[in-house]
């Protein structure tokens, strides 16, 4: 006699159990939602070296030589100067984000790509850039464009430990674009000064997040 209910069956088909969590197939250990033990350790280390190149940038706006205009209280910077130090940092920004995007997944790899593109019209807009509001004018659309990118990979690895740096890299990038949307009355030493700190404080949380991610994956 056959009772009223009856335990479910189990599959014995491995085929037919659940899938493996991603990033758990073979040769792949996860260590965390989003990325393997592999990927966590690349993004450490290339999150660390951006950081240190951001930090030397944002080192470079505070010691930079100014020039004086009538005494010590008083000092400038002109605008070409400006430009070759900014395009040498996104240069190398650059080159730094398309290593890092080949060892990311997807979509923080096509973030990280897309932040080494908007690279290519801010150097055009500085190598045009002859007068202050130009100048503010090629960093401010950089700053937009790179925070809002690094808003999307906060997104998609919000469920990531750390994954607070992302967002509070992209606050500073964001807000300094902000700022110069409406700084109409800058000079160029005034915008080297705002995006050096800008990138200083994303690069700090860049180091600490970078060497806490290698850290993670060695554990």
Request: glycine share 8%; with cysteine.
């Amino acid at each position: 006699m056959m009772s009223g209910s009856s335990d479910p069956e189990l599959p014995t088909d491995p085929a037919d159990r659940d899938p493996a969590p991603v990033g758990a197939e073979s040769g792949a250990d996860p260590v965390d939602p989003v990325l393997t033990r592999e990927e966590l350790r690349a993004s450490g280390t290339w999150m660390f070296a951006r950081g240190l190149l951001g930090f030397a940038f944002g080192m470079a706006t505070v010691f930079w030589p100014r020039d004086v205009i009538t005494d010590a209280r008083q000092l400038t910077l002109g605008v070409q100067t400006v430009d070759w130090v900014m395009m040498g940092y996104l240069v190398l920004s650059a080159c730094l984000l398309v290593p890092a995007a080949r060892s990311a997944p997807q979509p923080v790899r096509t973030a990280l790509l897309g932040q080494a593109v908007v690279v290519v019209p801010a150097l055009v807009f500085l190598l045009i850039a002859d007068t202050p509001p130009q100048l503010r004018a090629a960093v401010c659309i950089w700053a937009l464009l790179h925070g809002a990118l690094e808003l999307w990979i906060f997104r998609t690895m919000r469920s990531a430990p750390m994954a607070s740096d992302h967002l509070i890299a992209a606050a500073c990038h964001l807000l300094l674009g902000v700022i110069l949307a409406f700084g109409d009355d800058m000079g160029a030493l005034t915008i080297f000064g705002f995006t050096g700190a800008a990138v200083v404080i994303a690069s700090v949380l860049y180091m600490v997040g970078g060497h806490s991610r290698r850290s993670r994956a060695r554990a």
